[in-house]
C-alpha cells in the first residue's frame, strides 16, 4: 500500500473510532453518506463540471482528517446531535474527497465504457472496500475494549490522536506552493487503486 493513498483510509478511521461493532448501522449509515458526497463530486469532476486545482484538493483531503480526528478528541459523549454532524461531515467532507478519486476514475475510464457504468461500479467497489475496512476497525475496537478492559475513552483518545498526527503530517508535506504537494494524475490513481484493492 502507499503511503500517499493513506489519507482515505485515515479519514474512514477517522469516522469510525468513535463506534463499536455493536453500532454497525449507524456506521454503514455514515459510509453511506461519504460515499454520497464523494459521488457526486467525482462524477462533477470527471465531466470537468467542477474543477480546483490538484495541489488544492491535495492539501485539503488530510485537513478533512485534522478536523474529524479533533472532534473526536473534543467529544466527550455521544449524542443524537453529535451523529448527526458525524453524517453531515462525512458528506461535505466526501465532496472535498470525490475530487480526489476523480483521477483515478479518469485512468480506469475506459473509452468505449459510459460514465455511469464506470462511475457506478467504482463507486460499489469502492464502498465494499470501506466498509471491510471499518468493519475491521470495528472489531479490533471491541477486541480492544469488551476483552483487552481498555476504556472506551482512551481507545477513542489514542486513535484519533494518532490519526490527527499523520494526517497534520500529510497537510503540512502538501501545503500548497511548497513543491512537495504535486503527484501527477497516474500517481494518484495507482496508489488510490492499490489502498482499496483495485
Keep these: 500500500m502507499s503511503l500517499d493513498a493513506l489519507d482515505h483510509i485515515l479519514f474512514l478511521i477517522a469516522l469510525a473510532a468513535v463506534y463499536l461493532l455493536t453500532d454497525w448501522k449507524a456506521v454503514l449509515v455514515l459510509i453511506t453518506a461519504f460515499t454520497i458526497g464523494h459521488s457526486i463530486t467525482l462524477a462533477l469532476s470527471t465531466l470537468n463540471l467542477?474543477?480546483?486545482?490538484?495541489?488544492?484538493?491535495?492539501?485539503?483531503?488530510?485537513?478533512?482528517?485534522?478536523?474529524?480526528?479533533?472532534s473526536n478528541l473534543f467529544q466527550k459523549n455521544s449524542t443524537v446531535r453529535s451523529r448527526r454532524l458525524a453524517y453531515f461531515m462525512a458528506l461535505f467532507f466526501g465532496?472535498?474527497?470525490?475530487?480526489?478519486?476523480?483521477?483515478?476514475?479518469?485512468?480506469?475510464l475506459a473509452g468505449d465504457q459510459s460514465l455511469g457504468w464506470a462511475l457506478f461500479g467504482f463507486n460499489i467497489g469502492l464502498e465494499a472496500g470501506q466498509i471491510l475496512i471499518v468493519f475491521f476497525l470495528l472489531l479490533v475496537a471491541q477486541a480492544a475494549i469488551r476483552l483487552l478492559k481498555i476504556a472506551r475513552r482512551d481507545w477513542v483518545f489514542f486513535l484519533s490522536a494518532a490519526v490527527f498526527s499523520l494526517a497534520l503530517q500529510m497537510a503540512l508535506q502538501r501545503w500548497p506552493g511548497t513543491g512537495r504537494d504535486r503527484r501527477t494524475g497516474y500517481e494518484r490513481a495507482n496508489s488510490v487503486k492499490s489502498s482499496m484493492g483495485f
Excluded at 467542477?50 to 480526528?69: G, K, M, N
Excluded at 465532496?95 to 480506469?108: E, K, P, S, V, Y
Design 95 to 108: 465532496l472535498i474527497h470525490g475530487l480526489g478519486f476523480a483521477n483515478t476514475l479518469r485512468f480506469i
Design 50 to 70: 467542477v474543477t480546483l486545482p490538484t495541489s488544492l484538493v491535495e492539501f485539503l483531503i488530510p485537513c478533512t482528517i485534522v478536523f474529524t480526528a479533533l
